[in-house]
Nanobody, 121 residues
Framework: QVQLVESGGGLVQPGGSLRLSCAAS????????MGWYRQAPGKQRELVAT???????NHADSVKGRFTISRDNAKNTVYLQMSSLKPEDTAVYYC???????????????WGQGTLVTVSS
């Protein structure tokens, strides 16, 4: 089984910075793409950023220029560096990973439990 453990959430002032981390643990063959999603109260979960094993990234328009996704394949860890945070960034941030458990398995989505980011004075 696979677990995604997130860390780094918390309270930050507008304009501040925060770095989220997510480490995949368990038994699996390989991780393809990893990403971050967020969900504000009463809203649908939305894509924040994704990154492939080859390093290709995709960032939502709302966070481009402010957030940067990266990963350390050796540590099976994905990061989200958040800068110039705005109140509208307040949400529960979820780590996502497309993981192949075994050689002959297709990829499956796994989710972390979420970490709360609150941007407020």
């Amino acid at each position: 089984q696979v677990q995604l453990v997130e860390s780094g959430g918390g309270l930050v002032q507008p304009g501040g910075s925060l770095r989220l981390s997510c480490a995949a643990s368990g038994s699996f063959f390989a991780i393809a793409a990893m990403g971050w999603y967020r969900q504000a109260p009463g809203k649908q979960r939305e894509l924040v950023a994704t990154i492939t094993s080859g390093g290709s990234t995709n960032h939502a328009d709302s966070v481009k220029g402010r957030f940067t996704i990266s990963r350390d394949n050796a540590k099976n860890t994905v990061y989200l560096q958040m800068s110039s945070l705005k109140p509208e960034d307040t949400a529960v941030y979820y780590c996502n990973a497309d993981i192949r458990l075994r050689l002959f398995d297709g990829g499956m989505d796994y989710w972390g439990q979420g970490t709360l980011v609150t941007v407020s004075s």
